[in-house]
């Protein structure tokens, strides 16, 4: 879980594996794989480093490292 700031300035908990992208356009704007969109104030930079370390923390990192390298096999 990322903690985020919506625009008004509440702070929410996300379940960053349920994030399918993220865009600046201006405003972050993080689409969910159901579709939804959410509008927060932390920069691009700040939700991918969040969403990186959320990774790591519960071991999601090393699942994509390893699925990069047996793609690179293929």
């Known amino acids: 879980m990322i903690q985020l700031n919506k625009l008004n300035g509440d702070t929410f908990t996300l379940n960053a594996t349920l994030i399918e992208q993220v865009q600046s356009l201006p405003d972050t704007t993080i689409t969910l794989i159901n ?9 691009f930079e700040e939700v991918v480093r969040l969403t990186t370390l959320f990774y790591k923390e ?10 990069q390298v047996g793609e690179e096999d293929e």
């Open 35 to 43: 579709g939804k969109k959410i509008l927060v104030k932390n920069s």
């Open 58 to 67: 519960i071991g999601l990192q090393q699942l994509q490292l390893y699925k």
